[in-house]
């Protein structure tokens, strides 16, 4: 009896311990510049804590020459595997604002959107695996990124297939230092036909059937997003890691 125990135990252990392939902290703060025709265009900052995925997104001056001023944020309550279960957005944008609230129903697969500031109630169908996508990068972190994924993203209320593919090592220079990296390639295919609602500015085109989405995550237990490129027409925009705390 004393000696199932044991293994029962071990199996226990190993199973914990290579439950992910890589290793988050329980708190966790990176900040990003977004750079667009070598210009600051914004600062992001992501705050890991718990259970909660907090993002602020804030326009340089620079970025009312050529763009949308915003000051938006976003929050994401999620479980051990990156999961959503409340995905909360308040945005300050010229033209635009927004203060919503959804919630993921995965027993009955569906989501509840409801906008307060514009008076917006909606339903959609999701899949039991669907995240929204800062949660999504966040879980990318925690796999095995020399292989491939498909993964499942709610973008403004539409579904989207994320196929990640592995495309190589590459030695980089950033803020945080010099680091060896994988690059992963995110390209997006819509689950159906649904018109996606309108949002903001900044996650509004961040998923696109006709772009590209680049990632660099440094080659390391904690595989940290360095760097981001996303391939769109006229001009890309690059997103660069400027600090993290632990």
């Excluded at 340089?60 to 959503?84: E, H």
């Amino acid at each position: 009896m004393k000696k199932n125990y044991v293994i029962h135990l071990i199996c226990f252990v190993i199973i914990f311990l290579f439950s992910t392939y890589s290793i988050l902290y329980p708190s966790e703060t990176m900040t990003f510049t977004i750079e667009y025709l070598g210009i600051t265009a914004a600062n992001v900052t992501f705050l890991h804590e718990n259970d909660n995925l907090t993002i602020n997104t804030k326009s340089t001056k620079f970025a009312g020459y050529f763009a949308t001023s915003f000051n938006n944020t976003y929050i994401s309550t999620i479980d051990s595997l990156f999961i959503p279960s409340i995905y909360q957005k308040n945005i300050q944008q010229k033209r635009y604002s927004e203060t919503s609230v959804t919630v993921y129903d995965f027993d009955i697969k569906q989501a509840f959107y409801t906008d307060t500031q514009n008076d917006i109630k909606t339903i959609y169908d999701i899949s039991t695996d669907t995240r929204d996508f800062f949660s999504t990068l966040y879980y990318l972190r925690t796999l095995d990124l020399e292989q491939d994924h498909t993964l499942t993203v709610d973008a403004a209320g539409k579904i989207w297939i994320v196929d990640i593919k592995y495309i190589g090592n590459e030695q980089i220079k950033t803020a945080i230092g010099n680091h060896q990296t994988k690059k992963v390639e995110a390209s997006f295919t819509p689950f159906d036909d649904k018109q996606k609602m309108r949002s903001d500015i900044f996650t509004n085109n961040l998923v696109s059937q006709d772009n590209t989405l680049y990632i660099w995550f440094t080659d390391d237990e904690t595989q940290i997003p360095v760097r981001t490129q996303y391939n769109m027409k006229p001009f890309n925009i690059n997103w660069v890691i400027k600090s993290i705390e632990i």
